[in-house]
């Protein structure tokens, strides 16, 4: 039996839903409640809470910060690793922990599934939201406030991040991915998503020492995943995504998964609960 090393973090603090904060031990309860003695995969779970500080920025860096030290040990390790959120701010932790624990000159390639581009800054953000603003982060492009909030001096090379799935987005977002050279297929550009996967994985396999999956649930069509934050139409299936997953796993430089915007009040039937649990036996198991 496998046993992975699991964080859950109980935080909305990036986004505007605080249901989904809910999520991660939700998912833990629906593990436990499923396993049986002869399955493969056993997660060993840590969840994370926010700590109460002064204000809800520096409990968001706090809260990253505390996942951050998870994933560089576990990169430290050579182990791999499961992070469920919460919103999708929980890339600032889990990213710049990685960033964190690889040795110095070692580069960090990272795979964004997500219908968003989630490249805001707090310059260019109609919502305030910082669920919308970590990449732009991690690419070391972000504004004072916003670099504040990444417990890395590091950032991602923009040649070794790759966004798919893309479909919502505003101009700013775009000009600043554009601008730094970050590769995106959008949506209505994808015919063959689990080849597609493949191609960014073996692609980063040529730059980069380890490689991290980062999914928001957003990313597949809704009525596959109806349990998120911000739902947008369009997508790709959850069949086509299992499939993927399945190819890609047995790459030895993939260092860990992320999921995140699980949103429990719009799920219908548990249907993306499910679905969660499906991706991470696919993927792990
Ligand atoms: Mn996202």
Redesign the pocket.
């Known amino acids: 039996m496998r046993v992975l090393e699991t964080l859950g973090v109980a935080a909305c603090l990036g986004g505007p839903i605080p249901a989904c904060g809910n999520g991660a031990e939700i998912l833990r309860k629906e593990w436990a409640h499923t396993e049986s003695f002869e399955s493969l995969l056993q997660l060993h779970w840590q969840i994370l809470q926010p700590e109460m500080v002064d204000s809800s920025e520096a409990e968001l860096y706090q809260l990253n910060n505390n996942i951050s030290r998870f994933t560089e040990y576990w990169i430290q390790q050579q182990k791999p690793f499961l992070v469920i959120g919460g ?2 701010s929980c ?1 600032l932790g889990t990213w710049a922990g990685a960033l964190n624990g690889l040795e110095q000159g070692k580069q960090l390639g990272l795979i ?1 599934l ?5 490249a805001h800054t707090f310059e260019t953000t109609p919502s305030g939201n910082i ?2 603003m ?1 990449l732009s982060a991690l690419l070391g492009k972000a504004d004072g406030k916003l670099s504040h909030l990444l417990p890395t001096m590091k950032a991602i090379a923009p040649e070794n991040l790759i966004l798919l799935g893309t479909r919502s987005y505003e101009p700013e977002e775009y000009a600043l991915l554009k601008q730094a050279g970050v590769s995106i297929v959008f949506a209505g550009e994808i015919n063959d998503f689990p080849q597609l996967l493949l191609d960014a994985v073996e692609t980063l396999n040529y730059s980069c020492d380890a490689i991290g999956i ?1 999914i ?1 649930l ?2 597949l069509r809704p009525e596959d995943a109806p349990g998120v934050e ?1 739902p947008v139409s369009g997508g790709v299936s959850a069949q086509a995504l299992l499939h993927a997953l399945a190819l890609i796993k047995e790459q030895p430089k993939i260092c860990g998964l992320e999921l ?2 699980f949103n429990p009040e719009n799920d219908v039937n548990h249907r993306t609960l499910h679905l969660m649990k499906r991706i991470i036996e696919t993927f792990y198991g």
């Not at 997500?114 to 989630?118: E, F, G, L």
């Open positions: 919103d999708h890339a964004w997500d219908a968003h581009m989630d669920h919308g970590p980062s928001d957003d990313f911000t995140s915007e």
